[in-house]
């Protein structure tokens, strides 16, 4: 890799790391969409060095003296998403080809339009949602997790539109992510698939989003709770958008063929 490439790979860690911690979610989502867009290194290695970066973005934003959190929404996103993982894996098996590109289309016109139902409601609920959607939310997040590496967008949705404020609600993201970044490392290592260029990469990086997770987190921007929802609208549209991008000219191949 040239001096270059490597510049470039760390300004888009940087951008992703102030999304993922004024929101709390979108670090795979836009470090993934600009490596590809600058065809800087294979997504498969990137995949692995997200699941890196994204456990020291946790520890620096959420551990530390009794972080913000709430056990009652916690417990049940995480719990859930052990089953979740389980379900993503048997029913990626279980489907073909063709299948799971319609259903890749099918979760990219509903992120859209959880999207625009987040700013079109513009105020959270008032009351705060029973235990069964907290355990429905982080159940169908790594259920898609497993299914098509995209499971953030239904509990950012559902978490964004408690009653709760900014602080617990990007904590919370940051931590489930966190566990699955964990899972998904405890697997890449069982079957041997972890290559010292991807650790390279990952020692590279991982002090930048330390220091830029620091700073936020010692310094955070002055931004209303409104205008980070429609931060949070404008990257559900761009998971959203790409899941539409890369099933159309799929299917389209498909039935032509």
Known sequence: MS????????????????????????????????????QLLPLGEVAVVISF??????????????????GCILRPL??????????????LGGLDGKQITWLRLLLGVLILLASLLLVVQGTPRKRLAGTPSFWLAGGLC???????????????????????????IRNTLITVFACNAVMRLGLVV???????STLGLSAE????????????????PRLSLRTVRWLVFVLLVLAGLSLIGEALPALLALYQG
């Open 3 to 38: 001096l270059q490439v490597h510049l470039l790979f760390l300004f888009c860690v940087a951008l992703a790391t102030v999304a993922q911690c004024l929101t709390g979610f979108a670090f795979g989502l836009i470090l993934i969409g600009l490596v590809a867009i600058l």
């Open 142 to 168: 790594v259920l898609l997790n497993g299914l098509f590496s995209s499971g953030g967008p239904p509990i950012v949705y559902h978490l964004y539109r408690q009653p709760l404020g900014h602080e617990l």
């Open 78 to 91: 995480l719990a859930s998403s052990l089953l979740g993982v389980c379900l993503g894996i048997w029913g």
């Open 205 to 220: 990086a991982l002090p930048l989003v330390m220091l830029l997770s620091w700073l936020i987190r010692r310094y955070p």
């Open 53 to 70: 970066l994204t456990l020291g973005n946790a520890l620096t934003m959420v551990a530390g003296p009794k972080p913000q959190l709430e």
């Open 190 to 196: 069982g079957q041997g698939q972890l290559s010292l």
